[in-house]
């Protein structure tokens, strides 16, 4: 019962900036590592950011100094900020994270992936 929803994708102009959210609901325990992923049409998908527990982050090369990943744990919530768009950014942006949930068989957890929003970097 774990839901997953991005926001905040669109149309922007070379250079332009976006932010992406993505708000977790549901039965949540905790929430430990949190990323976003995007996929290229006819590309893989791959990982953008990842922000763990302890607010360590890591980048792909191709965003670093441009994309800024940040968590609100009151809100179960992570955002990314993207500046200086290329058009090369364009895709639709998932987030992942791993969720631990409580139930009648204790604690577990696993991954959960929302359903993607797309953000398209053109003029």
């Known amino acids: 019962q774990v839901q997953l929803v991005e926001s905040g994708g669109g149309l922007v102009q070379p250079g332009g900036s976006l932010r992406l959210s993505c708000e977790a609901s549901?039965?949540?325990?905790?929430?430990?590592?949190m990323g976003w992923y995007r996929q290229a049409p006819g590309k893989q998908r791959e990982l953008v950011a990842g922000?763990?527990?302890?607010?360590?982050?890591n980048y792909a090369a191709s965003v670093e100094g441009r994309f800024t990943i940040s968590r609100d744990n009151a809100k179960n919530t992570v955002y990314l900020q993207m500046n200086s768009l290329k058009p090369e950014d364009t895709a639709v942006y998932y987030c992942?994270?791993?969720?631990?949930?409580?139930?009648?068989?204790?604690?577990?957890?696993?991954?959960?992936w929302g359903k993607g929003t797309l953000v398209t970097v053109s003029s």
């Open positions: 549901g039965s949540i325990f905790r929430i430990n590592s």
């Open positions: 922000i763990t527990s302890a607010d360590s982050t």
């Open positions: 992942k994270e791993f969720i631990e949930v409580m139930s009648t068989k204790g604690l577990h957890g696993m991954d959960y």
